[in-house]
């Protein structure tokens, strides 16, 4: 049982080009998050998704864009990206009422 | 609004004792989830353990165990015979209808052999 997976775990990029973080759940559960957290800082939701096509913007959701054409991937991309966009990236899905947590995408945005 | 408070930015133990980290929070709802959530330093984040509302009894899972206050809007977690693994930070959050989690700041543990 994978659970949630997410790729790359890292990824070094430059400012302005376009990034795709991946994101996979094995559960079939209808609910996943995307939270960034900056470090020294705890997780803030960036976008969260209530079923494949139903997306919606958590807290700080600028500069950032999701799809959800199946149930089990949520993909998040920085159009453009900046460097304040430099973060760890985690992704949730839920289990038992309870939200799982994937491994982290570190970003670094130069 | 749903808040979560930690009050405590930092903790430390003597390894093999007690130690026990506060939360409080704030809802109308009565029928909701809380969690204590560790993040070590390799930034993954796990699950420590988690309390129904609805539940009286207070959850454990071997070394950690909560004290559920409902009235007082209290979820302290208790961490028995502290090892050197537990160091982390811990995160105390509040789960609304929409699945959402409602986040306290985190209390840094430091373990001291």
């Known amino acids: 049982d994978a659970g949630i997976t997410q790729s790359p775990r890292y990824k070094i990029t430059e400012t302005g080009r376009q990034v795709t973080l991946m994101c996979h759940q094995t559960?079939?559960?209808?609910?996943m998050f995307w939270y960034r957290q900056d470090l020294g800082h705890g997780l803030r939701l960036i976008y969260y998704?209530?079923?494949?096509?139903?997306?919606d913007k958590g807290e700080v959701p600028d500069g950032y864009v999701v799809s959800r054409s199946k149930t089990e991937n949520f993909p998040l991309t920085l159009e453009s990206a900046t460097r304040s966009q430099t973060s760890v990236y985690f992704c949730?899905?839920?289990?038992?009422?309870?939200?799982?947590f994937g491994p982290g995408t570190r970003l670094t945005v130069l | 609004a749903q808040t979560v408070t930690q009050s405590q930015p930092e903790m430390s133990v003597q390894e093999a004792e007690t130690v026990t980290l506060s939360c409080t929070y704030d809802?109308?709802?009565?029928?909701?989830?809380l969690f204590w959530y560790k993040q070590p330093p390799s930034r993954q984040m796990i699950l420590v353990i988690r309390?129904?509302?609805?539940k009286q009894q207070n959850a454990t899972e071997n070394r950690f165990s909560v004290n559920f206050q409902k009235a007082a809007k209290s979820f302290s977690l208790k961490i028995s015979d502290s090892q050197l693994g537990d160091a982390a930070m811990y995160f105390c959050?509040?789960?609304?209808?929409?699945?959402?989690?409602?986040w306290g700041a985190g209390t840094k543990l430091i373990i001291k052999p």
């Open positions: 998704s209530a079923a494949a096509d139903i997306t």
């Open positions: 559960w079939s559960h209808s609910y």
């Open positions: 309390q129904e509302a609805y």
């Open positions: 959050a509040y789960m609304d209808s929409n699945y959402q989690l409602i």
């Open positions: 809802t109308s709802e009565s029928d909701y989830y």
């Open positions: 949730a899905s839920i289990r038992g009422d309870t939200q799982y």
